[in-house]
C-alpha cells in the first residue's frame, strides 16, 4: 500500500502521518462508543417508535462515521499521505448531529 517517496522527498521523522491514522481510528472507536450508548434506550422493553427510530439514526450516523474514519485512516497510510478536506467537516457535522441526538434522546 505505501508506495516509494518521490527522489528527493524526506519523511516526516516524527511520523504525524501515522499518528493522525491512529487518531482517526481512536475516533472511531470512540463513535462506536457513543452509537451503542445512544441505541441503548431502543433495547428497553417499553420503548416506543420514536426512540427506536432516533436509535436507527444514531447506529446511521455511525456508521457513516466508521467509513469516513476508514478511508481517512487509508488516506493517510499512503506515500505522501493525502489531506482530508471534507473528511474532517464531515466528521464534525456528524459528531454535532450525535450531540442534538443525544440531547433529544436525554429529553426523551
Not at 427510530?53 to 493517510?76: D, I, N, S, T
Request: aromatic residues 8%; positive net charge; glycine residues 6%.
Amino acid at each position: 500500500m505505501t508506495a516509494d517517496p518521490a527522489p528527493g522527498y524526506v519523511r516526516d521523522p516524527g511520523a504525524s502521518a501515522e499518528r493522525t491514522r491512529l487518531a482517526w481510528r481512536r475516533t472511531g472507536m470512540s463513535a462506536t462508543v457513543v452509537a451503542l450508548l445512544a441505541a441503548r434506550p431502543a433495547f428497553a422493553p417499553d420503548a416506543r417508535p420514536g426512540i427506536i427510530l432516533l436509535a436507527a439514526l444514531a447506529m446511521a450516523g455511525w456508521a457513516v462515521l466508521v467509513a469516513l474514519a476508514y478511508r481517512r485512516a487509508h488516506w493517510l497510510a499512503v506515500w505522501p499521505p493525502r489531506p482530508g478536506r471534507r473528511a474532517v467537516t464531515s466528521y464534525a457535522l456528524i459528531t454535532a448531529a450525535f450531540a442534538l441526538l443525544g440531547t433529544v434522546l436525554v429529553l426523551l
